[in-house]
């Protein structure tokens, strides 16, 4: 079945730097990629979604790119804000499965 | 409205008692999940409901039993839990058939098994 491994498990950055997380799954056949944020004590919610006839989407300080041939996708967080502190998950599902895999997540500090 | 509601948000129950978690969505989705959630962990699946029948159950211990009423409810009927089980328990739905689409996740509820 599907896997999908995540890294780094927790992050610190600056506020006002960037911050990359990354994802590789194992199911070539996996075609729709979500990011969600877990801010603590919260649901988790998506911030960011990829399809795999796309190399990369943009939502505002928000991106992800993905790379069917390497089997991995990333986030990146530019201008950090201390209100981006949180867990994120990364996650993989097929067409057709309605079971998402989701990735261990990264816990995300921004230090002031 | 693109909210999923849970309740309780909070719950404490023995070993013996008989529960009940509740999940209610209004956005037509016609598949919603039960997932277990431990500290620092990503969610767990453990039932998927497509079109109100049962399409995935992640071997979960029979003492979790769900059920989908309508469209629009889920429940998840609790019994003999043990200490283990304690968890945020998060509810989500999502299009359905023809996905994969967004899942939108209830704000969860916090069970304590004493």
């Known amino acids: 079945g599907e896997n999908v491994e995540q890294h780094p498990s927790t992050l610190s950055v600056q506020e006002g730097d960037s911050a990359v997380i990354k994802c590789t799954y194992s199911?070539?056949?996996?075609?729709?990629f979500p990011w969600y944020k877990q801010e603590l004590g919260k649901r988790p919610q998506l911030i960011i979604d990829?399809?795999?006839?796309?190399g990369e989407k943009k939502d505002q300080r928000i991106a992800v790119t993905l790379n069917k041939t390497a089997k991995h996708f990333s986030l990146h967080i530019t201008e950090t804000q201390p209100e981006d502190s949180a867990v994120y998950f990364c996650?993989?599902?097929?067409?057709?499965?309605?079971?998402?895999?989701f990735g261990k997540g990264t816990r995300l500090h921004i230090l002031p | 409205d693109t909210e999923v509601t849970q309740t309780p948000k909070h719950l404490v129950m023995g070993m013996t008692n008989k529960k009940s978690l509740k999940c209610e969505q209004h956005m037509g989705h016609r598949a919603m999940y039960w997932y277990k959630q431990k500290a620092k962990k990503p969610p767990e699946l453990m039932f998927v409901?497509?079109?109100?029948?049962?399409?995935i159950n992640e071997s979960v211990p029979s003492r979790f039993s769900p059920e989908c009423p309508n469209s629009s409810l889920l429940n998840l009927h609790l019994h003999a839990l043990q200490p283990e089980d304690s968890a945020l328990y998060l509810c989500?739905?999502?299009?359905?058939?023809?996905?994969?689409?967004?899942?939108?996740f209830g704000p969860g509820t916090r069970l304590t098994v004493t």
């Open positions: 409901y497509s079109y109100e029948k049962l399409s």
């Open positions: 990829i399809r795999s006839n796309v």
């Open positions: 989500a739905s999502s299009q359905g058939q023809g996905g994969p689409y967004e899942q939108y």
């Open positions: 996650a993989a599902s097929i067409s057709g499965n309605d079971k998402i895999i």
């Open positions: 199911d070539s056949a996996s075609n729709y």
